[in-house]
């Protein structure tokens, strides 16, 4: 079973356990301290922040104080989608988590849709294990930008920028180009990658992984995906968007630009997504051992609860609610220390966003990506987490969780 598959099935069931947990905190009020009147309170302001004004599934929102555009799946039942690219060939090229996500998705809107990847790569054989047909649905890249009308550019990000060459004559007036990510053409002065002045440029991208945008759909659901627009020769570009959106399983799409979205996404896995909370983990971690506690109690306290109890409140009810969740003296506490961290770690940040914004971060990625030992050296790197103190005693925590005691 692959990391990536692992990994999802991994979240989904921490994600139903968080689920479990949080219906419990609200389903018993002696564990959660959250008061009903602080509960109402949360209602009535939910219900603030409905919907402004509605035209044809576009809502604006009212964001805290903010009103933006938002895309809805309603507006595109399937008879209309399906209608709408009747005469289109959608040519994914690239067949990782995206393209397997995207793709079995929009084939199983009844959409025609063929793949695109190196002849007998893993990719290759993947597609193929999904059932796409050798000479039918399946192509070797070139091939099948040539048949298609859409031409869906999910390569790696340091892929798009090293076959552009090849790929650049082929994208001819009249086809559609789409990303799922604004990292080649906004970062066009490091990857190379100018798409044609007279094509339309557009871009979904999923707030998750390929995986996830796959069983979100399997479930009747939609994943949330940004929509943006590069290059508008058509006059449609933004309708194409949004409708390709919904085909690859969007749920709601969340209109920005493509310098909104690169930014954002690299600033953020590096910041709190992934890059910041290693980092806060560990040096957390780090003091609990260098003070004497044991492995157990020091990753208890630092990622069981943290991911077990407390996030998942934060991500179902919001921060006040956990910290209404917790005690009396945990509140106070957290409460004086919260802007001391604030304060430490906005100059991080801001350093972190200049280096996005100034395309360091890109060619980092680009140098590392783009080597042919790119899969080794970060399997060497990941082990090396792997192998810290911290995460091999989170397996054996793990392993005592009350769902794997028989
Ligand atoms: N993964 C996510 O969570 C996520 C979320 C939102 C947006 N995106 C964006 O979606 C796009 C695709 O990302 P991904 O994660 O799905 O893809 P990925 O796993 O990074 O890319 C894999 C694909 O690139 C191909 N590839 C790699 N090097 C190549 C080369 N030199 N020549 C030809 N093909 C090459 C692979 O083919 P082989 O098997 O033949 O090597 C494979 O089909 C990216 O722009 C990414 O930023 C990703």
């Not at 695109?116 to 039918?136: F, I, L, T």
């Not at 943290?306 to 506490?333: E, F, H, K, V």
């Not at 770690?345 to 590392?368: A, C, I, M």
Request: with cysteine; hydrophobic share 35%; proline share 3%.
């Amino acid at each position: 079973m692959s990391f990536a598959v692992r990994s999802a099935q991994a979240l989904r069931a921490a994600s139903r356990r968080a689920s479990r947990s949080a219906v419990n905190a609200v389903a018993k009020p002696q564990v959660a301290s959250y008061s009903l009147l602080a509960r109402n309170v949360v209602a009535a302001s939910s219900r603030r922040s409905a919907v402004q004004t509605t035209t044809r599934g576009v809502k604006t929102l009212d964001f805290a104080g903010t009103k933006e555009v938002v895309y809805e799946r309603s507006d595109w039942p399937l008879a209309k989608l399906q209608d709408y690219f009747k005469n289109d060939t959608l040519a994914l090229i690239g067949y990782g988590s995206q393209g397997h996500g995207q793709g079995l998705n929009a084939r199983d809107n009844g959409l025609n849709v063929i793949v695109g990847v190196r002849e007998n790569g893993e990719s290759w054989k993947q597609a193929m294990e999904d059932g796409w047909v050798p000479g039918e649905t399946l192509f070797p890249i070139e091939e099948a930008i040539n048949r298609g009308t859409i031409i869906m550019n999910l390569l790696s990000d340091a892929a798009q920028s090293q076959t552009w060459p090849k790929v650049a004559p082929l994208i001819t007036k009249g086809k559609t180009l789409y990303f799922s990510h604004g990292f080649s053409v906004v970062y066009k002065d490091d990857t190379h990658v100018i798409p044609p002045t007279d094509v339309d440029v557009i871009l979904v991208a999923p707030k998750g992984s390929g995986r996830t945008v796959r069983t979100l759909f399997k479930e009747g659901r939609g994943i949330n995906s940004s929509v943006a627009v590069w290059q508008d020769v058509t006059g449609k570009a933004k309708e194409k968007a949004v409708a390709l959106g919904v085909a690859v399983g969007s749920g709601y799409l969340y209109e920005t630009t493509f310098e909104k979205e690169v930014y954002s996404d690299l600033y953020g896995e590096r910041g709190v997504l992934m890059g910041a909370i290693q980092g806060l983990f560990l040096a957390q971690y780090k003091v609990l051992r260098a003070n004497g506690h044991t492995p157990s109690e020091a990753f208890n306290e630092t990622v069981e609860e943290a991911t077990q109890s407390l996030y998942p409140l934060i991500g179902q009810y919001g921060m006040d609610y956990m910290y209404n969740a917790c005690s009396t003296t945990a509140r106070r506490g957290a409460l004086d220390w919260a802007p001391i961290f604030e304060k430490t770690n906005l100059p991080v940040f801001e350093k972190l966003y200049e280096s996005v914004k100034n395309g360091t971060e890109t060619r980092k990625s680009l140098e590392f990506n783009g080597r042919s030992t790119y899969r080794e050296d970060l399997a060497k790197e990941l082990k090396e987490i792997d192998d810290q103190e911290i995460w091999r005693a989170g397996k054996v925590v793990r392993s005592l969780r009350p769902d794997n005691l028989s």
